[in-house]
């Protein structure tokens, strides 16, 4: 009797040890060796993966040619944008001369410029993130800082910014080892306070101090899919010296900590009231280290983040031109979902001042020129697909009329 009993044929444990038993012709396989053979196979691949050549291609294009590149999606942000161009391109020469064989032992070793930009809500801070991934041929991984909190506490680990950048090259590490990664929402991660409390700052200094060493360059071992969901995971581990990081953050009230370093309200018979003015309408372009440190980034960060970049904030010229001009205008954008149902749809020149207009009082950057758009077209939007119209033209009338009628007629000037 006892020989009838059906085992697994590779460890031997009997049916009744094991939760599932998979027949085969001529024997049989438990669900433990299928576990153990699929590992195998992986590391097997990702071994063979490491020696086969990279899916990216590293090619070169210079700074002039980044910059005229983001032109065609970002309007504005001249500063902004030839320090991005300027980064990339650096991190690319870095990239040459690691791969290249034939650097010598006395040869200057290039390091790495992280960067910070700092910008209103709605100036197009992650739009140059998202326009700078769609040219590089690098890995480029989008990550956001208002998710991680300390080792231990419930929340994504720092690692998995590395995650991110992973899962974007298909997992091949050589790859992922030179690629950028664009921390959205830094300032978010500020210190709450300089006064010692018995609470800790689980998501402020401690997510800092944890990004330290990944920022600088060091070896990271990073969990595949994500830290505390999947603590059986095996860890792969990625060198961070040549990805490059950039951060971003709005630093909401850091133009009252650069007034008081700036002394934008001196008072006297000497003081240039015109020059005073133009400081006041843009404080963000003296912004420094200094002023970072006071809003709450400790300065071990900033010292990893060596370059601080400003993006203007947005007057009527660049909004209207935001509307019009960009591949992926926002007009351009809504005349394509007319265009969609067979709808020509037309909008008057008055109509896009006003739009200006409402989103210079609201302050919305933008971001609110779309919330304005929506508001003033949803209900034909809503309408037209059911009608047999062929042309719709929006004039000045209808969209004062459909303004007034949304709830962001309702919002307060501050």
Same mark, same amino acid.
Not at 329 to 336: C, E, P, V
């Given at each position: 009797m006892a020989k009838n009993i059906l085992h697994c044929s590779f460890c031997g444990r009997s049916r009744d040890e094991v939760k599932i038993l998979i027949a085969g012709q001529e024997g049989h396989i438990c669900e433990n060796c299928v576990e153990h053979a699929r590992e195998i196979i992986e590391q097997e691949l990702m071994v063979r993966d490491e020696k086969t050549p990279s899916a990216f291609k590293l090619t070169i294009k210079k700074p002039v040619e980044i910059k005229k590149f983001l032109e065609e999606y970002v309007i504005g942000q001249d500063e902004a944008k030839k320090v991005l161009a300027v980064a990339v391109y650096n991190h690319y020469k870095r990239l040459q001369q690691k791969t290249s064989e034939s650097v010598s032992s006395n040869e200057v070793e290039i390091e790495k410029s992280n960067i910070v930009m700092v910008g209103e809500t709605g100036t197009g801070k992650t739009l140059l993130a998202k326009s700078i991934a769609r040219m590089l041929n690098v890995p480029f991984a989008i990550v956001d800082a208002t998710v991680f909190t300390e080792a231990g506490y419930v929340g994504e680990d720092v690692e998995s910014i590395l995650t991110r950048l992973l899962q974007v090259c298909n997992y091949d590490v050589n790859s992922a080892e030179r690629g950028i990664v664009y921390i959205d929402e830094i300032d978010k991660i500020a210190r709450k306070g300089d006064n010692p409390s018995i609470t800790r700052d689980v998501s402020g200094e401690g997510v800092q101090q944890g990004m330290l060493k990944l920022l600088e360059g060091t070896d990271v071992l990073?969990?595949?899919? &994500? &830290?505390? !969901?999947?603590?059986?995971?095996? *860890?792969?581990?990625?060198?961070?010296?040549?990805?490059?990081? @950039?951060?971003?953050?709005?630093?909401? &009230?850091?133009?009252? @900590?650069?007034?008081?370093?700036?002394?934008?309200?001196? @008072?006297?018979?000497?003081?240039? !009231?015109?020059?005073?003015? =133009?400081? !006041?309408?843009?404080?963000?372009?003296?912004?420094?280290?200094?002023?970072?440190? =006071?809003?709450? /980034? @400790?300065?071990? *960060?900033? &010292?990893?983040?060596?370059?601080?970049?400003? *993006?203007?904030?947005?007057?009527? =010229?660049? /909004?209207?031109?935001?509307?019009?001009?960009?591949?992926?205008? /926002?007009?351009?954008?809504?005349?394509?979902?007319?265009? *969609?149902?067979?709808?020509?749809?037309?909008?008057?020149?008055?109509? /896009?001042?006003?739009?200006v207009e409402k989103a210079m009082e609201y302050k919305l950057g933008a971001r609110g020129l779309r919330s304005i758009c929506e508001g003033i077209l949803t209900d034909a939007m809503f309408e037209l697909p059911s009608s047999k119209e062929t042309h719709f033209t929006l004039d000045l009338d209808y969209a004062k009329r459909k303004f007034d009628k949304s709830k962001l007629s309702l919002l307060k000037v501050a």
């Open positions: 990073v969990p595949p899919q &994500g &830290g505390r !969901k999947h603590p059986e995971q095996k *860890l792969i581990k990625i060198n961070t010296q040549n990805i490059l990081f @950039i951060c971003g953050g709005a630093f909401d &009230g850091i133009d009252k @900590i650069i007034a008081r370093r700036v002394q934008t309200n001196t @008072i006297g018979f000497n003081v240039d !009231k015109d020059q005073q003015d =133009s400081m !006041k309408k843009n404080l963000l372009r003296y912004v420094n280290a200094q002023d970072l440190k =006071s809003f709450g /980034l @400790i300065p071990e *960060l900033l &010292g990893r983040l060596p370059v601080v970049t400003h *993006l203007d904030p947005l007057d009527a =010229s660049t /909004l209207r031109a935001i509307l019009t001009q960009p591949k992926n205008a /926002l007009l351009k954008q809504y005349k394509r979902l007319f265009e *969609l149902e067979g709808i020509q749809l037309n909008i008057e020149d008055e109509v /896009l001042d006003f739009m």
